[in-house]
């Protein structure tokens, strides 16, 4: 059984910096492509990144040269550095990832960090 457990939310202000991790258990996490999303109060769950097993990354435009996916397949964690943060980047954030085993898609999910910055 999968599980992801994200740290490194806080409340920071904005043009300021804070670095997530999601800690990875329970799969081979070489194997698997990573995602960030969040979660604004109201809003629908986006995507801001993406890094396939293969280190690949992808970003939303909202936060293309501000935001570093990483990943450390020793430590089966993955990172998420963030800089130069807005007010508009306060959500709850989350790991995923997922299965397909016999065609079955499985999306296992972390239960998230808290950003929050002040303007």
């Known amino acids: 059984q999968a599980q992801l457990v994200e740290s490194g939310g806080g409340l920071v202000q904005a043009g300021g910096s804070l670095r997530l991790s999601c800690a990875a258990s329970g799969f081979i996490f070489r194997r698997n492509d990573m995602d960030w999303y969040r979660q604004a109060p109201g809003m629908e769950r986006e995507l801001v990144a993406t890094?396939?097993?293969?280190?690949?990354?992808v970003y939303a435009d909202s936060v293309k040269g501000r935001f570093t996916i990483s990943r450390d397949n020793a430590r089966n964690t993955m990172y998420l550095q963030m800089n130069s943060l807005k007010s508009e980047d306060t959500a709850v954030y989350y790991c995923?990832?997922?299965?397909?085993?016999?065609?079955?898609?499985?999306?296992?999910w972390g239960r998230g960090t808290q950003v929050t910055v002040s303007s």
């Open positions: 890094i396939s097993s293969g280190g690949s990354t």
């Open positions: 995923h990832t997922k299965s397909v085993i016999i065609g079955v898609i499985r999306d296992y």
